[in-house]
């Protein structure tokens, strides 16, 4: 099983992003998925995660408004767009697959990851 995530970089503050993250070795569209960053010193957490069928989203509160999850099936992938990014937002974001069919937040509830793309935003 692997997940490639892509899509990070530097961009200015206010500006956008859109992280992939596609997975390969088995389908992962009865499992839920999602979106986790670490910043330098920091504790990996919580982003965003999405259910198996795409109608359950939860997000970390300071990304809500701003981020969106998303996720298409038919290509095992799933999506990050970010918007109005923000220096805080700089973090390597990890996608990973979830355990069962939900959306949640704890990182026990994970057990694929991806290797993690860099985003950086610069004020």
């Known amino acids: 099983v692997q997940l490639q995530a892509s899509g990070g970089g530097l961009v200015q503050a206010g500006g956008s992003l859109r992280l992939s993250c596609a997975g390969s070795g088995r389908t992962f569209s009865k499992s839920g998925m999602g979106w986790f960053r670490q910043a330098p010193g920091k504790e990996r957490e919580f982003v965003a995660g999405i259910s198996w069928t795409g109608r359950i989203t939860n997000y970390e509160e300071s990304v809500k408004g701003r981020f969106t999850i998303s996720r298409d099936n038919a290509k095992n992938t799933v999506y990050l767009q970010m918007n109005s990014l923000k220096p805080e937002d700089t973090a390597v974001y990890y996608c990973?697959?979830?355990?069962?069919?939900?959306?949640?937040?704890?990182?026990?509830?994970?057990?694929?990851w991806g290797q993690g793309t860099l985003v950086t935003v610069s004020s």
């Open positions: 990973a697959v979830g355990q069962d069919y939900g959306s949640g937040s704890s990182r026990e509830e994970y057990v694929y």
